[in-house]
């Protein structure tokens, strides 16, 4: 914890913040490939792709292009081992290095009996490729097979200099049996399960509101980074707001700025803190998340979600 005092400055709003959110920073082509993958992860969660500890459920057959999970849970050891397998294959099967000659044992480790590849993938001279990070992104079974949809980030070189090679998303064809399972056919390319159109935007408060929200929403994420339960307790109208604090370890640093939206019933607010991780020298933005209860005059602290353990 920085050995400072932090202080709530509704001054740290920008006027965007009141209005529209501020468009995302630029990013470097690693780091923005690694978060547009995730993001690509994360809108397949919402869609329902990924598998989820859950109650059976109908498998979604309105995804085009991208496997639906699938819903029985006497199933799920053996998808679990499908993704997990198909995903490994993939990551082979989309690497591209002068070690052609041990492609063949790389991938016959994960092939059903009679299956043949034929070793299509071929690179333009002097091009090579690997999987810098691969997820399954969701199951679909018919015709006594399993489809396993992966999503990977490739790093293509040429010429000894590495660049990104982009967000690429297969269906890895798996077949099961008594003691396991295995691919079953060549991979085929699918669509990325992501919406260009889709627009995400916090609700509008009027002006004279989202300042209101904006400061108490400050000072209740100031209190909490100072340990002050009696600005916490007053900022709740008298009773202490629920608080999750920082994960184990990590350190703020200083609050960068503060963004209130709607509904005017029942205000929200994101604060931003740069924090430290435990064992990195990097600061991150680390959103921090406020619900508040209108009231007459100003509005109280109901919750604050910092990620850690209330």
Do not use: K
Not at 102 to 110: M, V
Not at 183 to 200: E, N
Request: proline share 11%; net charge neutral; aromatic share 4%.
């Amino acid at each position: 914890m920085s050995t400072g005092t932090f202080t709530g400055d509704a001054n740290a709003v920008r006027r965007t913040d009141l209005e529209t959110p501020p468009p995302p920073p630029d990013r470097r082509i690693r780091l923005a490939a690694r978060v547009l993958l995730w993001a690509l992860i994360g809108t397949a969660v919402v869609r329902g792709l990924l598998p989820v500890r859950s109650a059976p459920t109908q498998p979604r057959t309105d995804m085009p292009g991208v496997a639906s999970v699938a819903s029985s849970s006497g199933e799920s050891i053996q998808d679990q081992a499908a993704t997990a397998t198909a995903t490994a294959f993939l990551c082979e099967y989309l690497t591209v290095d002068d070690r052609r000659s041990e492609r063949p044992g790389r991938l016959g480790r994960y092939l059903a009996r009679g299956v043949r590849l034929d070793d299509d993938v071929l690179p333009e001279q002097g091009i090579a490729q690997t999987v810098d990070l691969a997820e399954p992104a969701g199951v679909r079974r018919g015709g006594g097979r399993i489809e396993v949809s992966v999503l990977a980030h490739l790093i293509r070189t040429s010429d000894g200099t590495s660049e990104d090679g982009g967000t690429v998303a297969f269906a890895v064809p798996m077949i099961g049996g008594p003691h396991g399972v295995a691919v079953a056919g060549v991979p085929r390319p699918i669509t990325l399960p992501i919406d260009p159109g889709t627009t995400s935007r916090p609700v509008t408060l009027p002006t004279a509101i989202a300042r209101s929200v904006a400061a108490v929403a400050g000072q209740a994420v100031a209190a909490v980074l100072n340990h002050d339960r009696p600005a916490l307790v007053r900022l709740g109208g008298d009773v202490a707001p629920v608080v999750r604090p920082f994960p184990t370890g990590w350190r703020p640093v200083g609050i960068l700025g503060i963004r209130p939206a709607g509904p005017d019933d029942a205000p929200t607010a994101e604060v931003l803190v740069r924090a430290r991780p435990p064992s990195s020298g990097i600061d991150y933005p680390v959103p921090v998340r406020v619900w508040l209860r209108s009231g007459a005059t100003t509005p109280t602290v109901r919750e604050i979600d910092a990620g850690g353990m209330s």
